[in-house]
């Protein structure tokens, strides 16, 4: 599925409305898509960083910064078979797990979605060394030193510190989420008040046609929209407020975490007849708190637009 999404899209053009056979030959195009350093890991990169790294004469010596840039692993590998022991994902379909009380449930639920995140921060940022070693992306500056910017995947810290949903996922699947802003959210004639959905049903359909992956990838768009209104309309008083900023920020994180951690168990159980059972088991609160926060979205005017959240770490 991925990859008949990736030929399709790749198709409209790898530079705005440039179709590639204008920028390369066929086999060239195909060669992109297909390109093992990137192949399971979606569009991981653009064509021209491909193309350079096929037509560099310079071989930057990468496999020591490869390595290093691996380091993250000696701590993630060991808690990523730790929470496999304790707070395997899988135990959520069982039947045992649907006697449990409500509070074992959520915050099962919610260590799951730690546990869940830790796989794919280590899984990218082997993509990433893979990328490094094999001189995709890199670039020599003058002072020596080796920049890979160009294929960074990930930014683990943005994604654990963010306290907006879109930040978050600004930061997640880095490469992704480029590509699906300049091929689908700025090219298509939808209104803007639908893009953002419209862009998560793309990539739930991008993983696959399973009821999971459009449960979970359809709850975030009524998040985004409900924390941009809230930002909008209360701006002024957080930029008077310093303790109002910081108390807005807290409350904000806790509500895309515990949001979050409910939405997500349909992503890795997937079947309909297995979530619906779970969530019944909680007593339908995911559901009717997701429908309290689209009323409040009807609700709400939308405000002053602007960009609350800041990317440096400083902040």
Same mark, same amino acid.
């Given at each position: ?12 053009? @790898? ?5 590639? /056979?204008?920028?390369?030959? &066929? *086999?060239?195009? !195909?060669?992109?898509?297909?390109? %093992? ?56 379909? @069982? ?5 449990? /009380?409500?509070?074992?449930? &959520? *915050?099962?639920? !919610?260590?799951?979605?730690?546990? %869940? ?72 004639? !939808? ?78 159980? !997937? ?45």
């Amino acid at each position: 599925m991925p990859t008949i999404i990736n030929l399709i899209i790749c198709w409209k053009g @790898t530079i705005k409305k440039i179709k590639p /056979s204008e920028l390369c030959s &066929f *086999f060239d195009y !195909l060669g992109y898509c297909f390109c %093992f350093v990137g192949y399971w890991t979606g569009p991981f990169y653009n064509f021209r960083t491909y193309n350079n790294m096929l037509q560099s004469k310079t071989l930057i010596r990468s496999s020591k910064l490869a390595l290093k840039h691996m380091a993250p692993m000696l701590i993630l590998l060991p808690l990523h078979v730790l929470q496999g022991i304790y707070n395997p994902l899988d135990y959520t379909m @069982t039947d045992e797990f649907l006697q449990k /009380s409500f509070s074992y449930k &959520f *915050f099962y639920q !919610l260590a799951g979605f730690w546990t %869940f995140k830790v796989k794919f921060y280590g899984g990218w940022i082997i993509a990433e060394a893979i990328c490094i070693a094999c001189n995709l992306g890199t670039v020599e500056k003058e002072d020596g030193t080796v920049d890979y910017s160009s294929i960074i995947n990930i930014d683990i810290y943005n994604t654990e510190v963010g306290w907006e949903l879109s930040h978050c996922v600004r930061s997640w699947n880095k490469s992704v989420q480029r590509w699906m802003k300049t091929y689908v959210y700025d090219t298509t004639s !939808l209104p803007k008040s639908v893009r953002t959905d419209f862009v998560f049903a793309l990539s739930a359909f991008w993983h696959g046609v399973r009821p999971g992956y459009y449960l979970c990838f359809l709850s975030a768009p009524p998040m985004i929209k409900f924390q941009q209104k809230v930002g909008n309309l209360t701006r002024k008083a957080r930029a008077a407020s310093h303790t109002t900023e910081m108390v807005y920020r807290v409350f904000m994180w806790l509500f895309v975490r515990l949001m979050s951690a409910m939405f997500l168990t349909p992503f890795y159980i !997937l079947e309909l007849d297995r979530i619906l059972a779970v969530w019944s088991s909680m007593h339908w609160v995911p559901q009717i708190s997701m429908g309290i926060l689209m009323v409040v979205n009807f609700i709400l005017p939308q405000g002053e637009r602007v960009d609350h959240q800041k990317t440096k770490k400083s902040e």
